[in-house]
C-alpha cells in the first residue's frame, strides 16, 4: 500500500513539474491522463427547469464544468431601424466561485469572449426568430436576457453554455401580449403562450490541437485548454449544416484535420439532440 500511494504522489509530483511532457506520454499511447480516448467527449447530463423564477432555465453538466443558464423576457422599445425585431442579450459569467483562475470584479476578458461569441451565433446565424419578438412593429418589442453562470470550471465552457441555453430556449415560452390605447402593454390571460420555434437547432463541439504527437482532443478539459496551442470550434445544426467554424491559434491545419474536426461535430450532434429531447420531455 505504502508503494503504491508513493508511486500516486510521484505521479502528481511530475504533472505539476512538467504537465506537458506528463500529457504527452498519454498522448503517445492514444489516452488521457482521465482515461477517455482522444476522440470522446465527457459524461453530459441536462435538467431542464431548474430556475423557478425564470421564464426558461437548464442546467448542464459537462464532465467537471457546470453551468446554469436562466432567461428572463422582458418588454422594451425596438431600435428605429429593426422596429419588427425583438432582442437577445447573452451574459456568461465566470466567478471565483467556480474556478480560483477568476477573480472579482468586471467580466473577465474569456466571459466576455464567450459571450460575443454566442451573441454573434445566435443572431448572425439566424437562430433566434428575432421578428417573433415583436408584440407590435415600432411600439414594443421582447427582450430575451439569458444569463449564464459557471458553477464549476473544468475546460470547455463553451460547449456547455450552447447547450444549456438551447435547452432553455427550447422550453421557453412567451405570452400573447398587446399594446393598449394608453401604450401600456397587457398579456393576455386566457390567450395560452407560444414557444420560441428556432430557425436552427446549434451543438457547439470544441477540439484542441496538439503537436508533438500531433494530435487532435474532442471535448478539453481545464488542464488540456492551458496545455494546447490552438483549440478550433465547429457549430452545427441538426440538419448537419455548417453554422460556424472558429480557430484560436496561428498555425495551419491539414485537410485531414479539419475533416475529422466535422466529422465529430456532426456525431456529437446526433448525441446532444436525444439528451435535449430527454431532459425537456421530463
Same mark, same amino acid.
Given at each position: ?32 491522463? /482521465? +482515461?477517455?480516448? *482522444? #476522440?470522446?467527449?465527457?459524461?453530459? !447530463?441536462? @435538467? ?5 423564477t ?8 459537462l ?26 442579450v ?12 477568476f ?8 466571459a466576455q ?7 454573434q451565433?445566435?443572431?448572425?446565424s ?20 439569458a ?6 470550471? /473544468? +475546460?470547455?465552457? *463553451? #460547449?456547455?453554455?450552447?447547450l444549456? !441555453?438551447? @435547452? ?30 428556432l ?71 446526433e ?12
Amino acid at each position: 500500500m505504502a508503494q503504491v500511494s508513493t508511486t500516486t504522489k510521484n505521479f502528481e509530483i511530475f504533472s505539476r513539474i512538467q504537465p506537458y511532457e506528463y500529457l504527452r506520454r498519454f498522448l503517445d499511447q492514444n489516452v488521457r491522463p /482521465d +482515461g477517455r480516448l *482522444l #476522440d470522446r467527449f465527457r459524461k453530459t !447530463l441536462i @435538467t431542464s427547469g431548474v430556475i423557478s423564477t425564470a421564464n426558461a432555465s437548464a442546467m448542464v453538466r459537462l464532465g467537471g464544468t457546470t453551468v446554469v443558464c436562466g432567461i428572463k423576457a422582458e418588454v422594451t422599445e425596438p431600435k428605429v431601424d429593426t422596429p419588427d425585431q425583438g432582442y437577445f442579450v447573452p451574459n456568461v459569467e465566470l466567478s471565483p466561485l467556480c474556478s480560483p483562475k477568476f477573480r472579482q470584479g468586471p467580466p473577465s476578458e474569456k466571459a466576455q469572449a464567450i459571450s460575443e461569441f454566442i451573441h454573434q451565433l445566435f443572431t448572425k446565424s439566424h437562430i433566434i426568430p428575432l421578428k417573433d419578438l415583436c408584440i407590435e412593429s415600432g411600439k414594443a418589442v421582447w427582450v430575451l436576457h439569458a444569463d449564464i453562470v459557471c458553477l464549476n470550471y /473544468d +475546460g470547455n465552457i *463553451l #460547449d456547455a453554455s450552447i447547450l444549456a !441555453l438551447v @435547452t432553455a430556449l427550447k422550453d421557453l415560452t412567451l405570452p400573447k401580449a398587446e399594446v393598449s390605447p394608453a401604450m401600456v402593454v397587457e398579456a393576455d390571460p386566457s390567450q395560452p403562450t407560444r414557444p420560441i420555434q428556432l430557425e436552427r437547432f446549434p451543438v457547439s463541439s470544441t477540439f484542441c490541437i496538439f503537436n508533438q504527437p500531433n494530435v487532435l482532443l474532442c471535448d478539453p478539459n481545464d488542464t488540456e485548454e492551458i496545455l494546447a496551442k490552438e483549440t478550433m470550434v465547429v457549430v452545427v445544426d441538426t440538419d448537419g449544416n455548417i453554422c460556424r467554424v472558429h480557430k484560436n491559434g496561428g498555425t495551419s491545419m491539414s485537410t485531414d484535420m479539419l475533416r475529422t474536426c466535422f466529422e465529430r461535430a456532426r456525431e456529437r450532434m446526433e448525441e446532444v439532440k436525444k439528451l435535449i429531447d430527454e431532459a425537456i420531455k421530463k
